[in-house]
């Protein structure tokens, strides 16, 4: 399995980015992608999180009603859109998938930044 995320870059605090994460090496059928996103000195922190089969989604408090997780199965791609983003919200977003039988996940994409200047 490879993710390749892409996507991030420098916004001003207000502004929006989508990250897309492309996944490759064999079907995703039950599978769960996530997203995450670390600072530097803190640890790995859950942002978002779609199922491949039905697209039932999962988000951290701290950016509900702000960022979108979206998956388009056609491309094998994940999204995270995000919106009204904060300086707080900058990080190394990474994308991940696990195994549906899996209580972790089980495989990692290399990280994009995101900076979000106030």
């Known amino acids: 399995v490879q993710l390749q995320a892409s996507g991030g870059g420098y916004v001003q605090a207000g502004g929006s980015l989508r990250l897309s994460c492309a996944a490759s090496?064999?079907?995703?059928?039950?599978?769960?992608m996530g997203w995450f996103r670390q600072t530097p000195g803190k640890e790995r922190e859950f942002v978002a999180s779609?199922?491949?089969?039905?697209?039932?989604?999962n988000y951290a408090d701290s950016v509900k009603g702000r960022f979108t997780i979206s998956r388009d199965s056609a491309k094998n791609t994940v999204y995270l859109q995000m919106n009204s983003l904060k300086p707080e919200d900058t990080a190394v977003y990474y994308c991940?998938?696990?195994?549906?039988?899996?209580?972790?996940?089980?495989?990692w994409g290399q990280g994009t930044q995101v900076t979000v200047s106030s």
């Open positions: 090496g064999r079907t995703f059928t039950n599978w769960v």
């Open positions: 779609i199922t491949w089969n039905w697209g039932s989604t």
């Open positions: 991940a998938a696990q195994r549906g039988s899996s209580n972790s996940y089980n495989f």
